[in-house]
Every structure is written in structure tokens, then in C-alpha cells.
């Protein structure tokens, strides 16, 4: 009886990865073609490598008005806070000089001096959570132009997009990251 059932076994298993392989050309979700079909994606739509960014290149300071590079307010809370983490710790070089937009609250960071709040905020920036909302990430901001605190900014934990150049700066030795010429949309 045991013979038996691991014949069957066997033969079941057999039938089975050979029935994969048929007509392989001819399955749905085959990415192989014939020679005799075409392709229907346009070619267009697939950079050349020409048209693909290299490492190397260097972007203008002032993108074109409206463009966007990285937009995060298209990605899944999973996704952008999983973003913003990257661009401020991972790999920020990568992202040096392009344009990000992201939404989040709005938030400031005030100095602390000997245990007293200083009057003056220090920096405004986005809070990015993430999907449980127990995680957040500031991505901070300089806005573009003359603004004055709180007159020309929007409520604290009020929600904002916000769109800049993202560049690094350095402070007391360390390197931060900020969007810069920045506007709230």
C-alpha cells in the first residue's frame, strides 16, 4: 500500500512540473516572443541609456517651475516615511539638488539653552509619520523669500505640503539636510 501511494505520488508530481513547461510561447504570462511578434509597448516609453541619469551629472540649482523630481505625497504612508528615511540617513546624495514635495504637519524646532526655551524658533519643518503613526520624520524647510514667525506660517500641527530643493548644510560639525527656496503649495 505504502508502494503504491508513493507511485502515485511520484507520478502526480511528474505530471505536474511537466505540464509547465508546454506551449511555454504561447502562456499569457510568458515575457518571450516569437520572431514573428511585436512587441506593444512604444518604444518611447523605455529610456536609452542615454536618456537614463548617470551618477555623475550634475542637475541645475533651479529646477524648471512645476517640476517635481520626488513627489511623496503619491506614496502609501508606508512608503514615504520609508523615503524621507532614506533621503535623510541612507542616501541623501542621491537626492541633493532635486525637487521633493511632501506633506505632512506642520512643525518648529526651538533651541533649548540651559534648560530654557528660546523665544525664537530655529527651523520649520514637515513632519512625515509613518502608517501606525508612531514614527515620524522631519523633513525641514526654509521657505523662499521673507517670512516672519508665526505671521506668515500656517498653525502648529496644521496640515502642509511643501516643495524645495533638497540640499545639506553644516552645523556644529555635522551635516543636515533641508529643503531650501521652499514654498507651501
Not at 505540464?19 to 516572443?33: H, I, P, R, T
Not at 505640503?161 to 533641508?178: C, L, P, R
Amino acid at each position: 500500500m505504502k508502494q503504491l501511494f508513493c507511485l502515485l505520488l511520484a507520478v502526480c508530481m511528474m505530471v505536474s512540473l511537466c505540464s509547465c513547461g508546454k506551449d511555454s510561447g504561447k502562456d499569457a504570462g510568458n515575457d518571450m516572443l516569437s520572431s514573428d511578434e511585436e512587441a506593444s509597448a512604444p518604444a518611447e516609453s523605455i529610456p536609452t541609456p542615454k536618456e537614463q541619469e548617470t551618477p555623475g551629472e550634475s542637475k541645475p540649482s533651479q529646477p524648471a517651475a512645476g517640476k517635481v523630481d520626488v513627489d511623496l505625497t503619491v506614496l502609501s504612508s508606508t512608503m514615504v516615511y520609508s523615503e524621507v528615511y532614506n533621503m535623510l540617513y541612507n542616501d541623501p546624495a542621491h537626492y541633493l539638488g532635486k525637487t521633493v514635495k511632501a506633506r505632512g504637519t506642520f512643525s518648529i524646532y526651538q533651541l533649548v539653552t540651559d534648560g530654557v526655551l528660546q523665544p525664537d524658533p530655529v527651523s520649520y519643518a514637515c513632519i512625515i509619520s509613518d502608517a501606525a503613526a508612531c514614527c515620524g520624520e522631519g523633513m525641514e524647510f526654509v521657505l523662499e523669500g521673507d517670512y516672519t514667525y508665526p505671521d506668515d506660517y500656517p498653525e502648529l500641527g496644521a496640515e502642509i505640503t511643501v516643495i524645495g530643493e533638497f540640499q545639506s548644510y553644516e552645523e556644529n560639525g555635522m551635516t543636515w539636510y533641508h529643503l531650501v527656496n521652499a514654498r507651501l503649495a
